[in-house]
């Protein structure tokens, strides 16, 4: 089955905006999972975390794809079209080792 989704073209390689969720870091929250956005590199929280930050960044700059950063897991995801695709091949590198706090 086809993938459908017309933002796969707007895919970058993005440099990650922080070592972990960007506004958690700031107020000193938790988060389970990351999120990068290919983009622009904003590094977000899951929505299985508190704040949500990944699909807060969404929702304010309308860039619609995410890759799953930490763990890498090798899946995308566009939140317009609402599908999910393999990024193996493309991951965003980490630059340094993330801090956990779950």
Same mark, same amino acid.
């Given at each position: 089955?086809?993938?459908?989704? *017309? %933002? ?9 905006? /922080?070592?972990?969720?960007? !506004? ?31 699909? *807060? %960044? ?9 890759? /799953?950063?930490?763990?890498? !897991? ?29």
């Amino acid at each position: 089955m086809a993938i459908l989704c *017309k %933002h796969l073209v707007e895919i970058s390689d993005v440099v990650p905006s /922080a070592p972990g969720c960007e !506004e958690c870091l700031k107020l000193g929250d938790r988060w389970l999972h990351l999120r990068v956005c290919r983009t622009c590199g904003h590094v977000g929280c899951c929505d299985q975390s508190p704040n949500r930050h990944a699909t *807060k %960044h969404f929702h304010a700059t309308r860039h619609p794809i995410i890759e /799953a950063y930490d763990p890498p !897991e090798g899946w995308g995801w566009c939140y317009v079209d609402e599908v999910m695709f393999d990024l193996s091949d493309r991951p965003t590198p980490h630059l340094s080792p993330i801090p956990r706090y779950y």
